[in-house]
């Protein structure tokens, strides 16, 4: 039985290794998910994001109609893949309000001219100012906001085909 | 009566500053001083212990990525506006968790990460006087 007491070091060692090189094999998370979701939209208005557009504001929001809400930017690649995807959920019926990061007019009409304009509303949001405002941490997000101006879901990273039927259920959701 | 005014003040601080709306496309803070150097200072504090969301191991002082600049705009242009660094933190933690912020709460979740150690040192500190009682 007094032995037994020496092993005790041994086997915490033991666990200690188990755990860190369980830890080492799990594929590394970077995701920051925003701790908005449930909470309202800041009150933000930003410039259009198109020539002939109009402004965006959280206003734009509460009419009773749930959206998507599209953090993407021209200079960003996984944006690209995406194109087809919002195109598809454009198909379906669903508004998508874009907010360009760091973008300019002349690249976002390039951008949507090759890659298609999935967008009901569009701006840009210059000094990420509403992109921290609803503690989104990267681009392409995508957040569902409901009628009310309330966000309920968050995407993070670009839309894949096998995200369209959830995001179309966070929407569905977002009705009730 | 200096105490209330000042509250009275804080609390108009408060609401006017809650009440504009998010647009701010004037010229970036990013990497321009406050031309207050006690506000500069108050600044450059907080910016060395907030996480650069996008390059993560870095602070967002230490960062060239442009959402860290965008951060320190948003950190500058407060503090000019007169929030507390505190203000600002909690802002920022609001809304990604205490992951942004390089100044954890002790007490909260990790208080066995502090409280650990402690406990060991004594632990072993016991073991060790047993050990000498017993050889004399």
Redesign the interface.
């Known amino acids: 039985m007094k032995r037994a007491i020496f092993f005790i070091p041994l086997a915490m060692f033991t666990l200690f290794v188990g755990i860190a090189s369980y830890q080492l094999t799990q594929p590394k998370d970077?995701a920051?998910?925003?701790?908005?979701v449930g909470k309202p939209l800041?009150?933000?208005?930003?410039?259009a994001g198109r020539a002939n557009g109009v402004p965006v504001?959280?206003a734009d929001f509460t009419d009773g109609k749930p959206r998507l809400l599209n953090i993407w930017a021209t200079w960003c690649l996984p944006c690209i893949a995406e194109a087809p995807q919002l195109e598809a959920l454009k198909e379906a019926g669903v508004p998508i309000v874009g907010l360009a990061i760091?973008d300019t007019p002349e690249d976002i009409a390039q951008f949507l001219e090759t890659h298609g304009d999935p967008y009901t509303g569009l701006a840009i949001d210059?000094?990420?100012?509403?992109?921290?405002?609803?503690?989104s941490?990267?681009v392409p997000e995508t957040f569902v906001i409901d009628g009310k101006g309330i966000i309920r879901h968050q995407h993070i990273g670009d839309i894949r085909e096998r995200d369209i039927p959830i995001l179309l259920q966070e929407l569905e959701d977002a009705r009730r | 009566m200096i105490r209330y005014l000042a509250f009275l003040a804080a609390l108009l601080i408060a609401i006017s500053s809650s009440a504009v709306p998010l647009s701010a496309q004037e010229t970036s803070l990013a990497n321009v001083q406050l031309s207050d150097p006690v506000q500069e200072a108050k600044a450059k504090e907080l910016m060395e212990s907030l996480r650069c969301l996008t390059c993560q191991s870095q602070s967002i002082a230490d960062s060239d990525a442009e959402m860290a600049e965008d951060m320190r705009h948003l950190v500058r242009t407060r503090v000019q506006a007169g929030e507390s660094s505190d203000e600002i933190r909690n802002w920022l933690v609001e809304r990604y968790g205490d992951y942004v912020s390089y100044s954890p709460d002790v007490i909260g979740p990790n208080w066995p990460l502090y409280a650990i150690p402690g406990l060991l040192l004594l632990v072993g500190i016991a073991l060790f006087l047993r050990r000498l009682r017993g050889r004399s």
């Open positions: 970077d920051v998910p925003s701790r908005m800041p009150v933000f208005e930003l410039p504001t959280n760091r210059q000094r990420s100012m509403v992109q921290l405002g609803i503690g941490s990267g």
